[in-house]
Structure formats: structure tokens, C-alpha cells
């Protein structure tokens, strides 16, 4: 049984940091390109920021700078540093993981991240 689970969401005023954690069970986690996504409200979900098995990144143009997705492949977990936070971050922010197969598509249950003053 497939497993993402995320941690590390929160309330952070503007200019505040956060860590979110997603941790994988179920997959051979190497293989896998890992991503976090957001959806605020009344918005459409987006990529944030995406690693490939190989460690390639890529981000959304609103969050290059500021946030800084990595792995660790020994503890199956993806993380998104997210530095001077504004509060247009706010949303739920999910782990995707896509395997090599269009069936191998996972999502976790999401994170609730709050940027206010």
C-alpha cells in the first residue's frame, strides 16, 4: 500500500519560514519524480516545485528565490524549505510522487500552510 504523508504546515507570519516534510512508503522511492503542489481557495492546484529520481528541480516562477525543494532517498522524504513566506502561499500544499508508469501516481492528504499577519 502506497503511503505519502506531509508534515512540517503551520501558521508563519509574512517573512517567515516553513519546512514541509512528505515521507513515502510503498515505492521505490529513487525511481520516483516528486513534487508539491498548492491550492489555495477558489484557485486551481499548481506545481510548486518538482525533483526528479535523478535530482533534477524545477520551480514555479512565483516561488524561485524564495523555496528550495530536496530528498533524501535513504528515508524515503521529499522537503520543501519555504523562506520569506508570503501570504499569497497560502494554501494546502500536497506531495505528488509520478513512477515510471502512468498508474504509478500518487498523492499525499495535504498540509494546510497560513501566511498572515
Known amino acids: 500500500q502506497v503511503q505519502l504523508v506531509e508534515s512540517g504546515g503551520g501558521s508563519v507570519q509574512p517573512g517567515g519560514s516553513l519546512r514541509l516534510s512528505c515521507v513515502a512508503s510503498?515505492?521505490?522511492?529513487?525511481?520516483?519524480?516528486m513534487g508539491w503542489y498548492r491550492q489555495a481557495p477558489g484557485k486551481q492546484r499548481e506545481l510548486v516545485a518538482s525533483?526528479?529520481?535523478?535530482?533534477?528541480?524545477n520551480y514555479a516562477d512565483s516561488v524561485k528565490g524564495r523555496f528550495t525543494i530536496s530528498k533524501d532517498n535513504a528515508k524515503n522524504t521529499v522537503y520543501l524549505e519555504m523562506n520569506s513566506l508570503k501570504p499569497e502561499d497560502t494554501a494546502v500544499y500536497s506531495c505528488?510522487?509520478?513512477?515510471?508508469?502512468?498508474?504509478?501516481?500518487?498523492w499525499g492528504q495535504g498540509t494546510q500552510v497560513t501566511v498572515s499577519s
Open positions: 505528488n510522487a509520478d513512477g515510471p508508469y502512468s498508474w504509478n501516481n500518487y
Open positions: 510503498g515505492i521505490l522511492f529513487s525511481f520516483y519524480d
Open positions: 525533483i526528479t529520481g535523478g535530482g533534477s528541480r
